[in-house]
Every structure is written in C-alpha cells, then in structure tokens.
C-alpha cells in the first residue's frame, strides 16, 4: 500500500482597518494535513485541520478505501524538489508598522476620502510526499494590501481600491504611484468619445474563468466546451499564447499539482499564436479521454485530485503600451464586477471603477459604464496585446492586457 | 471556564464542525469525504484595538487569551466602554438538530440517495455530470468575559447536480440543487428535478441572443432573492456606514426609497442556510425590517457598529469560519410577499424579460445579476428563452422600480457557494421572496 502525505501550514498577520485607523490586529497560524492511501487500483483519504498525528490519518485513509473509488494511475515519484520564493520576510510587527505609516500619510493627505480593509503578511509551507520518493516542498511568503476607497462626499459603499501584492515592499515606489492613483480619484474625467475604446485590465476574472472553463480536458472531450472539436484550429489573434502557469514567480502557489506533477518551466502550452494545441488535464482525464497529461489536478488537501480552473496565464506579446495607442486614450479597468459571458462566447459587464490612461501614466477617474465584446472578437481583431506591467506599482507578476470593446 | 485578565474584553467562540462531501462524475464515485474539525477564535478588546487570534488546538485557548492580552492595554473603564456596553449577555442552550443530525445518517445511505437522482441523468444533451451530496452540522459555543455563554447547532444538506449541456454548437452549464435542514427532506425529489433538467434542455435547445436594452423584468423568487441581497441587502450593512456622514444621510432611516407595497426582511430565526439563532458575538438572532412600506427603518448592526451608530442590536455579526472575526453580514434576506396573483402581474408586461434562475450577483454602486434561464414576456404571456449576460441597475434608483410582488412566495438557499464580502467567503445565507415586478432594468 502507498501512502501520501500533505502538510499545509499558514501563518498570517493581518492589520484591519476602519476608518483609515488600525482597529484590529489579526493572528493565524494553522496546519492543515491531508493523507491519501493507494491500494488494488482504489484510493482512501482522509484529513484534519490542526497537528494530528498521521498514524490516525492514515487509519482514516484506510478505512476510506471501504468507499471503493477507483484511482489506477501511476503515482507521481522520485523526484525531490524544494523551492523558497520568500525573498523578504515580513514579521507581525514590520506589517503593523508599515500600516501605521502608511495610514498616517493617508490621513494627513488624503482626509477627503477614507481607507479600510487592511494590510497583510502570509507565509505558507505546503508539502506533499509518498512513498513513492516524492518529496516536494514549496515555501513562500509575501505581503499583500488592500485599501478599500470611499470617498467622503459618496453614498457608495466603497469607490475604488489600492493594492499591492509581492515578495517585497519598497514605500517609495508605493507612494509614487499610489499618489498618482489617488490624485486621479479626485480628477473625473469624461470618457473618450466613441463607441469602441481600448480597454485594459489587471488580470480579467470573468475571461480567466470562461478559458480556463474552455479550456479543460474533461469539459472539451466530452463536448461541452466552446473549444470542442477545434484542436489544431486558429481561434484567435495569432500574437496569443496561453500557458497553464505553475511558476511561483507569478502568482504564490506552489509549483506541483495535487498529484505531485512537476512540469518543465513550470508550465504548459494550450493555446500558440492563436491556434489550440492542447487542453489541460489531470492523470483520470488523460487516461480516460487519451489526451496528454498536463499536471493540472487541483483539489481540497484532504480531498480527490480534481480538475477544475487550472491556472492560466497569457505569454507576454507586446513592449509598449503608448506606442500601441498611438496617441490614443485608453480605459484602464480597475472593478467591473458582476459581468458574465453567456456560453456561446457573449461578453457584458458593468465597470464601476476605472480610469482614463495614456498608456504610462493615470490621469483621471471615469464616470460608470457598461463594456461589451464578444470572446472571438476581444481576443481576435480587437486584440490589442498582454504588456508587462512597468509603470503601475501593483506586485509581482501583474500583466496588463488589452482589447477594443463597446462602450455603452 | 476561562481566565479573562482583567480590564480587557474577551470572549471565545468554539466550533465543531462535521461535513460529508460525496460526488459522482457521471455515473463513477469520485469522492466520499467525511471530516470532522474544531477550531476557535479569540476577541480582546482593550477600548482602542481589537487582537484576534485563531487556533486548531481547543488545549490552548487560555494561553491564547493570554498571549492576546499581553499586547493590549488593560483599561480599567473597558465595562463602560460603548462597544462593550452594546453586547448582550445570554445564557443558553439550542440544539436543534442533535436528534436528526446528518452525522448519525450511514454515508453509504447518503451515497444511494445520490445515485438514485443520478437515474435522471440520461438524457443525450446531458454531455457530462459531476453531482454532490454535501451536509454541514456545526455546534457553535460563544463565551465571553461579559457572561455569555451560548451553545448551539446548525444544520444544513443538500443536493446539486452540476449538467454540461450540448446541442449542436449551442453550449450550457447548469446546476439543479435542492438544499434542507434534516436529510429526509433530500428524498423524494425526482419530479422536482425532473422538471428543471428538462427546462435546461429545452433553453439549450431554443434560446436566442437577447436584444440589449431596458425593459420591465420579471423576477422569480430566486431572482428576487438575489436582486434583494445584491441591490439592498449589502447597502443595510452598517459597518459601510461608520464613520462616513454622507452615507448617513443618503440612508437615513425613514427615507422613502421604494413604493408601500415593499417590505425588506432579515430574519436570522429563519430555519436554512442563513440560520443564526446567535450570531458570532453571542447576540440572539432576530428579525429586522430594513425596509417597511417602502420606508427605510432598520439596519444590519454587530455590536461595534451599534454602538457607533447607536442603534439597537440585530444579530448580524458573523463569520464564515472559526479563521475569521465577526463582520456585519446578512442572514436570510427577503421581500415579503405581496396580494397580487402572478398571473394578474405577468398579463400587464406587454415586453419584458423574466428572469427565472440565476448564476450569480454583486452590489456595489451597479447591482448585477447574470441570469442562467430567462425568457422573452410578450403580450402578457411568458414565451421565447433569451441569453442574457448581464441585468443591471443603479441601487440608488432600483427600488423605487418595483411596482409589484405576488401573493406567490418561496425562501431557499443554494448548495455550496454563498455570499462573499471582501476575504470571507462563501457564507451560507438565506434568500427569496415573492415574484417581483421591476419597471426599469438594463439587460445585455
């Protein structure tokens, strides 16, 4: 019989703000362990929050195998990797002190608006070994800020945000931006004229969701995807390359899959200059629809390896934002929460915070609108490119994407 | 029980929590997970700062408590404190479902419950199905160095077959669930289910792209219960309003923001998803109506917000686990029904769009809702399915929208997700209401 281990342990501090003042300060520090056992084809597993002992877990992974779930797949093995990507640790009382200063500033400058939510630093240890001679360990730690805005004179629950993810925090760099983003808060600014504009976004949930929907190995096999029946054809802008991402650097998560699947450079290609070349897996897919196995098995650590919402980024296409306007003034999307796609590929959504953009710099805050496209067109003709993100302060791994979409 | 230092407010609040997580991937057992964990959350208060810390180990509370104690400031005045003046001390013990938990339920027998509905899987649009049998029994306990010392359960199960529609290139995803309290209310819902897959399959068939535009919209009771959290319900929310005048006097209480015939509830003693006979912080649920006759008369409050806004307790104050705090959260939020039959209500809509299930929804400044199955009104009649991305309209003006609600009304919850505010998230609330008529809204 194999068995497989997973320790998750997570250690935050949290600063929660009212009223641009700290009222709160939060302390977590939790393991969570998870134990799979492999025997005659089947699987068992079991789990616990707290340090139990895994002898007990390992009884309750065994008598799991009672339930008969079938799991004829080979075990990931022989392969031992550690990684730490925590650059810079940040201790419960740096991020105290950090929020103390920063608020301090906010309130002596910005009194026409005030801050809440709060200030965060996380470090996480996620482990997963067999018997197999899998031996993996992923370490990070990072500090993250979230500033809800509400402007004095507004009868909005909340006006817009400033934010900050990363493995390292210079204030510098966060005010000189950050005083540009609350300059252009009190600077309403009518939108651009026209009936289409270039609109860009941090990272698009709605869109992330629909491809990664479209992009899974089961939904496509079986032909409930948008993509079925389409490998091998060009489906959008041939600059586009999307990758299931692993790579830590990224976004903080750790660089295997929940069933131990480490992948070259982390990653793998689904979409290449626009054409589909392949669609994400974990090994029950692979083996049941015989497509290649892609290491993108997600799941609970206590729970069956699972395929949902593989982690997708797009490859970086374009050099120059300004350059790509040409002049022109674009939309930067900073909330457009509550859009959708229907399923055959419509796109619509309200945007209630955004901001008009030369490309570089943030000028002003725009009036709410609606944006509308379609997913064959925004990531087709009306695809501008996905840019490195040079000149807004906003963490690690932040692209900025853009796309010609109506405006209404 | 507890060694609370003096000259700081504390109070500890324990859950047990039992879970059975079974799924299907088509016909093949894919998971059967059944776990127990406890864990606790810590308050100090010393009438500047809160410390809150959160463990797995029940052993160390008291040394919790103390660590806690140690960074903040004994205030000898901290019984006077406002906040602290606001919490309500009870003593008591509910325990509802101790006779009919669905711990006590053999998971084999939840399993065959879960197969038999998989029977009605069959059909050739259905390409693929994952399906879930899922329950929850927490026993929550709330100490405080004020005397509160609470012990109750909640309950929760439900059913939630999750269908990949295909037809030709038209393409859909679709969840039919059935949540309850007790497990015996899951058995027996074949015809119930039957009838949504069939609806499914004929929107997958038939649905047109909607033309965009504003109409008059047609909420089901789902959709309303939606439309209320998201268009209203968040708004209630007190701790949006601390501090900030402007807000204040947008929402002052008896402002009139929608017709006579509207009447907003939140009502924690409602048995579902949303119960919380206590809230987090040991106040007794209760009833509030946030809006009476189109008047706005209550507000959502923990006991901080309370305080600050001096206003009566409600019972609000709620977290989605024993890792988080206490925030100003709904319970089960609804408009209560109206006196109008639904058909009389459908028969003046000459071109409408009902809105019958939904996917999602969100509030902010725009309130959205992403309907999964709507359809064309014409003439008075319910008639051709419609693709809609998105229904939208301003929470500022919406309300006032509202000119009719039937005699017709349901509460429910869903299975699995809930309502998310900032990092807590999902928290199971109640929702639902009447059939609600809304002149003016923007559909896409």
Not at chain 1, 34 to 59: F, T
Not at chain 1, 145 to 169: E, H, P, T
Not at chain 1, 332 to 339: F, K, P, T, Y
Not at chain 2, 356 to 371: D, I, L, R
Request: aromatic share 10%; proline share 4%; glycine share 8%.
């Amino acid at each position: 019989m194999d068995k497989e281990f997973i320790t998750i342990r997570e250690k935050e501090t949290a600063v929660r703000v009212q009223n641009t003042k700290v009222n709160a300060v939060r302390m977590k520090d939790i393991v969570k362990k998870g134990v799979r056992v492999y025997k005659d084809g089947k699987i068992g597993i079991s789990g616990a929050v707290g340090d139990i002992s895994d002898e007990a877990l390992v009884h309750n992974a065994i008598e799991n195998l009672s339930a008969g779930i079938p799991y004829p797949y080979e075990l990931s093995g022989n392969c031992k990797d550690y990684r730490d990507y925590g650059k810079q640790r940040i201790s419960s009382a740096e991020i105290v002190d950090y929020g103390e200063e920063i608020l301090a500033k906010l309130r002596a400058e910005y009194d026409d608006f005030s801050f809440s939510e709060g200030f965060f630093t996380n470090e996480v240890t996620i482990q997963m070994k067999n018997t197999q001679g899998l031996d993996l360990e992923y370490r990070d730690s990072y500090i993250s800020i979230g500033l809800v805005i509400k402007d004095k004179k507004s009868a909005n629950i909340f006006d817009g945000f400033l934010g900050y993810y990363g493995r390292s925090f210079d204030m510098e760099k966060f005010w000189a931006f950050n005083e540009e983003v609350l300059e252009a808060y009190r600077n309403q600014v009518p939108l651009p004229k026209g009936d289409t504009l270039p609109v860009f976004t941090f990272e698009f949930y709605e869109l992330q969701k629909f491809l990664s929907r479209s992009l899974n190995g089961e939904l496509y096999a079986t032909g409930g995807s948008i993509f079925s029946n389409k490998m091998g054809d060009k489906l959008f802008n041939e600059k586009i390359t999307i990758k299931q991402d692993r790579d830590p650097a990224n976004y903080p998560r750790p660089f295997f899959d929940m069933e131990g699947v480490v992948l070259e450079d982390d990653s793998y290609t689904l979409v290449k200059e626009g054409k589909l070349v392949g669609v994400y897996t974990d090994k029950r897919t692979a083996s049941n629809y015989n497509l290649p196995h892609t290491g993108a098995a997600s799941g609970a650590y206590d729970g069956m390896p699972t395929l949902v919402d593989a982690p997708l980024r797009f490859a970086v296409d374009s050099d120059d934002i300004k350059a790509a306007l040409n002049g022109q003034m674009a939309v930067l999307v900073v909330a457009s929460s509550g859009g959708d796609f229907t399923a055959d590929g419509s796109f619509a959504a309200p945007v209630q915070v955004s901001f008009l953009f030369d490309g570089e710099r943030i000028i002003g805050k725009l009036p709410e609108f609606t944006i509308r496209s379609h997913l064959y067109k925004m990531l087709g003709d009306d695809y501008i490119g996905t840019f490195k993100n040079k000149h807004l302060y906003l963490g690690d791994g932040a692209l900025l994407q853009g796309y010609y979409m109506t405006i209404a | 029980m507890y060694i609370f230092p003096e000259g700081l407010y504390v109070d500890v609040r324990i859950e047990e929590v039992f879970e059975t997580k079974i799924s299907f991937k088509k016909r093949e057992l894919y998971e059967q997970k059944v776990r127990s964990n406890k864990g606790a959350f810590i308050r100090v208060f010393d009438g500047n700062r809160w410390y809150y810390s959160s463990l797995t180990d029940l052993d160390y509370i008291q040394e919790a408590i103390d660590t806690l104690a140690q960074m903040a400031t004994p205030n000898p005045n901290i019984m006077e404190h406002p906040i602290v003046k606001a919490f309500e001390v009870n003593k008591d013990n509910i325990m509802t479902y101790e006779s009919q938990s669905v711990s006590s339920v053999p998971v084999a027998e939840k399993q065959k419950l879960l197969e038999e509905y998989l029977e009605l899987l069959d059909h050739p649009e259905i390409v693929h199905h994952t399906s879930y049998y899922v329950d929850n029994r927490t026993v929550k306990s709330i100490y405080s160095s004020k005397g509160t010392a609470v012990t109750f359960d909640k309950q929760t199960c439900g059913i939630r077959l999750n269908l990949e529609l295909s037809y030709g290139d038209n393409k859909d995803t679709v969840v039919v669930s059935k949540a309850a309290v007790r497990f015996e209310q899951l058995k027996g819902l074949e015809d119930e289910f039957k009838k949504e897959i069939e609806k499914s399959i004929i929107f997958v068939k038939e649905a047109e792209p909607v033309v965009p535009g504003v109409y008059t919209v047609l909420l089901s009771p789902e959709a309303t219960g939606v439309f209320t959290h998201e268009s209203f319900g968040h708004k209630s929310e007190s701790d949006f309003m601390v501090g900030d005048e402007t807000m204040k006097a947008e929402w002052a209480l008896g402002k009139t923001i929608g017709q006579d015939l509207l009447n907003i509830v939140d009502d924690g003693t409602v048995i579902g998803n949303g119960y919380t006979p206590y809230d987090d912080e040991g106040t007794k649920g209760k009833k509030t109506y946030i809006i009476k006759n189109g008047k706005l008369t209550g507000r959502l409050h923990s006991a901080v917000t309370s305080a600050a806004l001096d206003e009566p307790l409600t019972g609000n104050a709620r977290a989605v686990n024993f890792e988080f705090e206490p925030i100003v959260r709904m319970t089960t939020t609804y408009i209560e029904k109206g006196s109008r039959p639904l058909k009389d209500i459908i028969s003046e809509i000459d071109n409408g769009i009902y809105v019958e299930t939904v996917k999602h929804g969100s509030g902010m400044s725009t309130f959205t809702m992403a309907p999964a199955r709507a359809y064309k009104i014409e003439n008075g009649k319910i008639t051709t399915p419609v693709k809609v991305s998105v229904i939208t309209g301003s929470v500022f003006e919406t309300l006032a929208e509202v000119d009719a609600v039937s005699e017709e009304f349901e509460l429910m919850s869903f299975v699995g997700g809930g309502c998310g505010k900032m990092e807590q998230y999902p928290l199971p609330v109640g929702f639902g209401g009447p059939y609600t008529r809304v002149r003016k809204l923007t559909v896409q």
